[in-house]
C-alpha cells in the first residue's frame, strides 16, 4: 500500500491532509481492525487537544478510539459513514472521518511524514 505522499500520520494510525484538514485512518489500521461495522463520529463545532480522543471505529473484531492528530475544531464530519462505514475498509486514505480546523497550522509538520510511517509500521509489524 502507498501512503499519500501529502499526509501526515500518527504513531496510533490515524492520517492528516493538512491542505484540507480531513483526518481518517490508515489502511494499516483499518487492515488491522477488519470490517468495519460503525463510525463514531465527533460534533462539529467541538474543539480537540492534540492526542485526544475524538470518536471510535468499531469493526467485527474489536472497538478503538479515533486520536486527533493536532489541535483544532472540528468542521465537518463524514455523514455517509453513518450508513456506509465498510467505506474505510474500501479506501482508508480517501474516507476521512472528520475535517478539523488546527489551532495551529503547522503542529502537522511535526507529525510523520509517508516514509517514517511505513518505516514505523515495518517495524511494528515486526514484534
Known amino acids: 500500500m502507498a501512503y499519500p505522499q501529502n ?14 484538514g480531513r483526518v481518517g485512518i490508515t489502511d494499516y489500521a483499518q487492515n488491522s481492525l477488519g470490517d468495519i461495522v460503525f463510525v463514531e463520529l465527533p460534533k462539529v463545532g467541538t474543539v480537540f487537544g492534540e492526542g ?20 483544532g475544531t472540528v468542521a465537518e464530519i463524514n455523514e455517509e459513514l453513518n450508513a456506509w462505514p465498510e467505506k474505510i475498509n474500501a479506501d482508508a486514505h480517501e474516507s476521512w472521518i472528520m475535517k478539523l480546523t488546527a489551532a495551529n497550522p ?16 515495518a517495524e511494528e509489524g515486526a514484534h
Open 52 to 71: 485526544k480522543t475524538f470518536g471510535t471505529v468499531e469493526s467485527v473484531k474489536s472497538v478503538s478510539d479515533l486520536f486527533a492528530p493536532v489541535s
Open 7 to 20: 499526509y501526515r500520520y500518527t504513531r496510533e494510525h490515524e492520517w492528516i491532509d493538512p491542505a484540507t
Open 106 to 121: 503547522h503542529d502537522a509538520d511535526a507529525l510523520l511524514d509517508a516514509a517514517a510511517y511505513e518505516r514505523y509500521i
